[in-house]
Structure formats: C-alpha cells, structure tokens
C-alpha cells in the first residue's frame, strides 16, 4: 500500500478555502511537499516545509504539520477555477527521494 | 530558465515492440530522475542519477527496463520488450543536488500507450 495517503476528490465551491489532508509514515522525512498537476502536464511544485516548522504560509497556500501525528494539509484560500488540478503530497524518507500518495482530484465549481 | 524538457509526448506501440524516453533536465542540475506515473496513481520512482552515474534503481524492472545518462546532462529511458502493464507516463525530473531542500523540477511527461 501506499506510505503516503490521501483522499481521492475534492471539491469546492469558487471563492471558498480548500483544505488537502495528507498522512505519511517516515518520521525521518525532513521536507514534505506540495505538488500540484494539471491535465497533461508535469508535477509543478507549490511549497514545501522543513520537518521542525509546523506551518507555512505562502500567499494563497497555507501548510500546517503535525509531525506528531504525521499529518499534513494544505490549505488553499480564495479557491479559484485554476486550481482545479491534483495535488500530490509527498515525503522525502532520510533526505533521499520522494515518496508520493496517490493525489486528490480537487474540482472547483462555480 | 528553461525547464526540464522531454520527447516525445505520446507514443503508441503494440505490446512486444521496443521504444524509448529522452529528457533533457535543467542546465546545471546534477541530479535525474525517472518517474513512471500509472493513471490514478502517483509517480513511483524508477532510476535515479547523479551526474552521469546510477544512485538508485531498485525499482527499475531490469529485465526490461534500461537506462543511460552520458556525459551527465541527458537521458534516455528504453523499454524492450513492452508489456501491456508499461502503459503510464513517464515523468523526467532534475534537481540542483540530491537532497530535501532541492526540489524537484518535472518535465511534462511522455504518455506511452501499450496495446
């Protein structure tokens, strides 16, 4: 099964806040990432937070972890059309390589 | 700066038949990655490249997968034969060095399509 998990779908409605929730399992990961892909593209990197941070905030993007609990979100205010996409949540085991979940289909209605 | 680039986009081969990836990473960035992405799945991690020599390719099915970063800049994937189960895109990435806080750049990916 996958190390990393989060929900399949999300949706929500234009000018709400959306909020990813992701778990993973490797307490050595000392980054955790945000990546977004849209229809026919690559992975497009949104943000990333050090392990000793609990919360990062980047214009629209809020990221909160709770290494305790070994769970991430990411919170995305103002939701808008463009946004539609999957989100990837990704560990980095012992500072090696990425290790991602299966993504969340986030679909911004009108 | 330009980003990682790859080709071709699409590719259709019958199962059996042979094809392979280029990319073309970020200029300057020491470390290459081989992403296979299977629909509804995220990337899972084929081979990894550190200048011009292979850091990990434990998930890499040798058998039939092969691949080769010369000169450490640009790479190419092979598949011989491909079976019905390859069909996924294939995901190119760089970063400036191996390490947590040099992410990862992707290219758009080729989607090969196994029949």
């Known amino acids: 099964g996958e190390d990393v998990e989060q929900s399949l779908f999300l949706s929500v409605r234009e000018g709400d806040s959306s909020v990813i929730n992701c778990t993973y399992t490797?307490?050595?990961?000392?980054?955790l990432y945000w990546y977004k892909q849209e229809p026919g593209a690559g992975l497009q990197l949104l943000t990333y937070i050090f392990s000793n941070m609990d919360m990062k905030q980047d214009q629209r993007l809020t990221v909160l972890l709770n290494k305790k609990d070994k769970h991430l979100s990411l919170r995305i205010a103002d939701t808008q059309t463009g946004d539609s996409a999957i989100y990837f949540c990704?560990?980095?085991?012992?500072?090696?390589?990425?290790?991602f979940g299966a993504g969340t289909t986030v679909t911004v209605r009108a | 700066e330009a980003g990682v680039a790859q080709s071709p986009r699409y590719k259709i081969i019958e199962k059996r038949q042979s094809v392979a990836f280029w990319c073309n990473p970020i200029?300057?960035?020491?470390?290459l990655y081989w992403y296979q992405q299977i629909l509804g799945q995220g990337p899972k991690l084929l081979i990894q490249?550190?200048?011009?020599?292979?850091?990990?390719d434990s998930q890499l099915p040798k058998d039939r997968f092969s691949a080769e970063r010369l000169k450490g800049v640009d790479s190419t994937l092979k598949i011989q034969p491909a079976k019905l189960e390859d069909s996924a895109v294939y995901l190119c990435?760089?970063?400036?060095?191996?390490?947590?806080?040099?992410?990862?750049?992707f290219g758009n990916g080729t989607r090969l399509t196994v029949t």
């Open positions: 490797d307490s050595s990961s000392t980054y």
């Open positions: 990435a760089s970063s400036l060095f191996q390490g947590g806080d040099s992410p990862l750049h």
């Open positions: 490249f550190q200048n011009n020599g292979v850091v990990d």
């Open positions: 200029s300057g960035h020491a470390t």
């Open positions: 990704a560990e980095s085991p012992n500072d090696y390589k990425l290790s």
